[in-house]
């Protein structure tokens, strides 16, 4: 049996005060959608089954290069942390698994399993870390990773990544992702051609030790913590490498690491059409890879990125992208964040969902652009709450997760529980 | 024996009074190249060897989608085109073929190829047009060309690049540039997948009919004649096209069709890397495709693309990127224009051969950042201009092709001939 | 009486197939807001009273440098357009006025007057147009106009403001708006001081002449058509314009004219809080100026800027900003863009009018971040549509506007009318 | 007498072995410049009086949210940081005084004197830092400093500021610059009026304090480490931030803190036009505040702004901008970075100079676009090293910094006395 951190009487109350609209509202919504031909429940059965990562270190607050200021109850461990994804899973119904970072969430195997199975919570990508020096390690990342001129760096790195995949096997992950920062900060410091040899030949030992069942993530992105190149720099570099590596290699997108103005959905596209799209770590951004909550600053291209994805599950038969979470918390609780942007992300799902595709379509066979972009439109201001809503609520969940979750003092509690952090100065001094 | 159409009498009168400083400063140049171990001869040997193609439209005074405002002796044809195109190879010999664009420039073949050699020109890649209308043409080019929904207008697309590669192989051209507008100017007005898979089918049968000894040269661009999205929209889609094509198939890098920040000489050695790049359409840019003079406002990137070229020659046997300018001259005399952007051309590859490429590697290799990246600021800041005056002087070109054009009159010939154009509004209204 | 260009029985006969199913929605929306505290009627009423004007050269299809390609019954003239513009107040009863732009919509204003009031049409800004040269024009706008070198140039520009104002008098515009595309394409061209000197002085020419009772609205535009520099470049020096030039001068807000990223929903709030917003260019953009239909890339932007625009009618007791749309329609039926893109202007007003302020200013109090962002986003999600048609309907426009207008079909009829026009290339040749 | 950290005779010998070089060097470049009519020697001279402030945080090894990865010889406190000043300064002659940061180099002030008229330095403007958290801080900055919603934490930060002119006002500091991170994450989480009124009241207060004979730095920032909002977002803001402030108060220019493609020189001409151009935090940066080293990057658009302040110099009689450096030294020595950066100030002053004024100018009233920009270019391709050699050599400092402070083993030397520091994240965890 499944435990359970929140007080499910807090959650039945909770509920209890909204069912009713929320009965009214859905049936309102499921006429209207009627109308334009579209059923309501099949829209809420895929929200049902929709479920996006959280990964672990996004619960704690985070910062930037110039400071981090920690709120009450910050998690001390990975254990915490499994706790505080149990209650976004519990409240949302939306986040079946947790992502780990190693070495930050490194911890007895068992012990991990142990602690997610009592929360029916399953284990997503592992990912690795060669962007900063764990205490005690050996060669520096400073200048570079899987990708260093030194060979005993580089080796290092490998087998930090093998070591991922063997953590990850134990408990049962399937995906191993790979993100580094490696780069250079001026022209010239490195050569761009040398470099990204030895990342791949890099990445390819990673790759032999891959497990038959499990693929590997490349994630480009454009830059930062390296300010003039980045290795994996785009997703042609990301696609380049996934072809290079083989047939269990793919991209992953994080919305926040492309170019100003890009158009992302189209990248999506592109990657779903050559069989590359692995999947997404979800987010948003108004100027760099700024980590806010997904849907937060253009709730429009997120409902367009789904809009992909839904053309993109009747194109390909074994599409199934790794849909994760990847934000940093720095003014909110990370609880409340996580849920809202896990709902975001199912509500673009949902509004993608009530597109008529065969409306759709004609119009654009018909060249009418008008009325294609229109039938987008009419579903992204579709207020598919009540969908949402519903499936949380007939799954266990909240109806409302963010009043549930204040309404049981969760904050307050591990408040108590957990030391206060003091805040600091971030990476710049 | 080649015609010259600026009196060679102008040019050496013009030369005579600058050849004592010219050797003077070549001297002094030398030397200091020298006690870096750099030979100045060498660099002036390959320089004199270089050379950059004129696109035909680019003599005319351009315009943006407000206004055009022609200035005096506006060519009238194709063969004033060529004349023009003379005058820039005669003074900067660094010009030795014109690109032509089709239909504006269709005309007899035969009368087209005399008019060329008669100045000793050759043509370079052939560029079609299904980016607007023709007079009297069947299908519009409003929603798509080689991806256009309607298969009419696909099918007269790809006849019109046909009809190119005709007229090409009749004057000796050996390359054939597709750049297309096609996109979108609305999310959901076509659908990504189904449009790049249309403009792929319709380039395979341009490609089938390419002659053994050609390229064919795909062209990405960010935005501009569409709004929202493009079919070409980058370099990992046109890296996509071309390798689905097949290994004549390479892709063109323009500097201005990028995202804002991209890191355009990292996309050269990736494609270099990969064995598919084309070559270049050069010209500089602030905002957008802004097709100002090459190495106007960022000549310190130009510099790092032809950095990443000397070494891409030094990795590859049969690297030869096809190099052209592509530029709109809207204040300027497009004559002037073209001779000193050609000239900046040349200084940024002057100056890459300027690198002490064992130093930049030893530097690289033991994580010298600093002495690495002044490596490439040292090369750069050397003002190599006495090297390109004697290369040009050396082959009867101008040690200043400016003044001694300016000197020539010209332009002021060329009005009293041609007519008068008006100006007039863009394309908005 | 008015006279009315859609037959009112083609109106009657969609509205009555929508009015039952509208009057549930409004009905059930009216429910759902209830719950939230805002009251429904408010807002429709504030709705009605909401008015955006229809720029005259909306109405014709639009281009780009590289090509035209006009529609179907394109306007012949300024009397054209007025009969189209009619059509969009007629349907959407959200565009009362007409902006004109001389010297295209040059005619006896008289005639101009009569045109207008007979749909009960009024004239909003004048726009005056010193980026293009006109027919027999003695100076050339070439190298800039009120801030050009010579001064023939600047008083000539000058002049033709003068008239501008002249015409705007007689046929009972308020404001004159003065764009100019006045900049340099190179580093160097012009002196940014001197220049911007001159454009103060002739512009104090300019607003010496407004009449008492006017505005003078001086727009910034970040480039194009000038690629290196532009006069009034940023909101920064529009500001100092407006303020150089006195108290009728206010800044206006084009949606495409910043720097990508740009936070423009702030500058809005800048310029209010210093007495100097005049009002709005809308459409939408997601790489330059695109001129795309309002609220078809970004919809939460705009939401977010009436967001600005709201809290600013409770500030400022004067706040009275002007709203034009300014688009360009290359791709759509110009007639069906400006129908949706005023309707999606609305609706940006009216999800704003859905905010709950006070609870919006107690989070932000309370630094509640996440709770403050939910109050605009529990809005922005709200579909406002009822709101919207309802208030139409109420005026005697169409609950549909998009599919009345395709049932009367007004589009081709005046097809028959007026001549086809053949599309060609744009600016750059 | 003045101490010295490098020992004269290593300088003595390095120098010697180039002196004889950079004389004929200085001399074939003098004879080239009089060619165009430009004296060396004026220039020489006004180079030789240009310094540029180190600030103190710059010393050490900065980092990213990501990690940090510290080097040898970090300094351990502000006296460490002095030392390393010293270095600067001895070896460019370039770098006559340190900026300090509070908290950070809180110490006893007289200590603080002493330290640095030990080596002639003098303090610039002081640096408050409201934008983390100090130990033992009542208020958190993590909602804001000196516009924040709380008023305690208001009243703080003000007094913070308070105590930073207090500190300077002891040692010697003429100024003080503030740069907050105050802004919001996301859309509604603060008012952009309420919190922009309570920063000018906060800021009101400080000014207040500030000594006759001080001015007071307002700095401008697009985003970092607020993502969707920030308090002094642009230049505008910070004009008019200035200027309610009153005549001490001054407009920072950082060149990193713009959005993409923006005219950064541009501002600089329209701050000094309006009397608010206070100075400018050297740096650059190829995507957002990327703090790399000056030149490094872009070096013609540093080259640019210093074109305005060469203009500027001869228009405006008080024309006295404060320059600092601001960088962040991640992966070379920041000894290193900051004096070949300090140079990299001096080349652009020193190529500015080499601007033929008269020839501009006259080419600018001509409309000769070409004319115009070629002055720049060839005054910006000039190698003007051997001038800032000379000016180094002629006042004691080394004709190679970076060789001379190489072969000194400074570095070896301080990392025997000062301890190891690891490495670890940034801000992120």
Not at 329 to 339: A, C
Request: proline content about 4%; some cysteine; overall charge negative.
């Amino acid at each position: 049996m499944t435990d359970t951190i929140i007080d499910t009487s807090v959650i039945q109350a909770e509920n209890a005060r909204r069912e009713a609209d929320l009965r009214r509202d859905y049936e309102s919504l499921g006429e209207r959608l009627d109308r334009r031909g579209i059923a309501i429940d099949a829209i809420k059965e895929k929200v049902a089954g929709f479920s996006v990562a959280v990964p672990s270190w996004g619960v704690g607050t985070g910062g930037t290069r110039f400071a981090r200021f920690p709120g009450p109850g910050e998690p001390r461990d990975i254990f915490d942390k499994i706790e505080d994804c149990a209650v976004i899973s519990q409240l949302t119904q939306a986040t079946r698994s947790v992502s780990l970072h190693i070495p930050w969430d490194k911890a007895d195997p068992n012990r991990l399993k142990q602690a997610a199975s009592r929360f029916n919570l399953g284990f997503d990508a592992m990912n690795s870390n060669t962007f900063s020096d764990a205490k005690g390690q050996l060669q520096s990342y400073k200048f570079g990773s899987l990708s260093a001129a030194d060979s005993g760096t580089r080796q290092q790195a490998i087998e930090h990544n093998l070591e991922c995949i063997e953590i990850g096997r134990t408990i049962g992950s399937k995906a191993l992702t790979v993100w580094i920062g490696d780069g250079s900060n001026f022209p010239g410091q490195t050569n761009f051609t040398t470099q990204f040899e030895r990342y791949l030949a890099s990445m390819k030992e990673v790759y032999a030790a891959l497990p038959e069942d499990w693929r590997l993530f490349t994630e480009h992105k454009m830059y930062e913590p390296a300010f003039y190149s980045t290795v994996v720099q785009d997703w042609g570099t990301s696609y380049l490498t996934a072809t290079e590596l083989g047939e269990k290699a793919f991209c992953l997108v994080d919305l926040g690491h492309h170019a100003p103005n890009v158009n992302i959905e189209m990248i999506v596209a592109r990657l779903a059409q050559f069989g590359k799209l692995g999947g997404f770590h979800f987010n948003d951004s108004k100027y760099g890879d700024d980590d806010l909550d997904a849907g937060s600053i253009d709730p429009f291209r997120l409902f367009l990125v789904f809009n992909e994805l839904v053309d993109a599950e009747s194109r390909y038969a074994d599409f199934r992208p790794a849909h994760m979470l990847d934000q940093n918390h720095n003014v909110t609780d990370p609880i409340e964040s996580l849920m809202l942007s896990a709902a975001d992300v199912q509500r673009a799902y949902a509004q993608a969902l009530a597109v008529d595709r065969a409306a759709l379509v004609a119009a654009q066979d018909a060249n009418d652009a008008l009325a294609a972009t229109q039938e987008l439109r009419l579903a992204f201001r579709t207020d598919v709450e009540p969908i949402l809503a519903l499936a949380r609520f007939e799954q266990g969940g909240a109806i409302d997760p963010l009043a549930t979750y204040r309404a049981a003092g969760y904050r307050a509690k591990v408040a108590e529980i957990r030391p206060k952090v003091e805040g600091g100065t971030g990476g710049i001094v």
